[in-house]
């Protein structure tokens, strides 16, 4: 009838740095959710539970998208670091927080998700 739908199967296997990013996200979802759903509005400081529970969707929105090899996801989580990256620098330049151990897990990221292979495993066509 028409031409089949590629899904990613004839790209090969998901590269397994991507199943654990994946999973991470879920996890960040899951803090996310439940720190908006069930802390205190005192503890939150001022934060609207909103953000969060807002935060928890897109953390899980980006890792079903990872998993299920969506070009767009790649691209939204390569924006995802950058975002994080700025809000980090951000933080060390107005209250002095320290950036060593979270610009190294953000560098890294963004390194495997340049890295040759896992940029093809979403982008081949």
């Known amino acids: ?11 090969g296997k998901l590269p397994r740095g991507i199943i654990v990013l994946g999973a991470l996200l879920y996890a960040g979802a899951f803090v996310s959710f439940a720190a908006g759903a069930i802390v205190p509005g005192a503890v939150l400081a ?3 539970r909103w953000v ?3 935060g928890a969707l897109a953390c899980a929105i ?9 070009r767009w996801a790649w691209f939204a ?4 670091v950058v975002v994080n990256a700025y809000y ?3 933080g060390a330049a107005e209250r002095g927080q320290n950036t060593l151990v979270g610009g ?3 560098a890294v990221v963004a390194a ?6 896992v940029r093809s495993a979403f982008l081949a066509r």
């Open 1 to 11: 009838m028409g031409q089949p739908v590629d899904r990613g199967e004839a790209r």
């Open 77 to 80: 989580a390569l924006a995802f």
């Open 88 to 90: 980090l620098l951000l």
């Open 112 to 117: 495997y998700l340049l890295w040759p292979g």
């Open 46 to 48: 001022g934060l609207p």
């Open 52 to 54: 969060l529970l807002f």
């Open 104 to 106: 190294t897990i953000l």
């Open 62 to 70: 980006l890792a079903t998208g990872l998993l299920r090899r969506r």
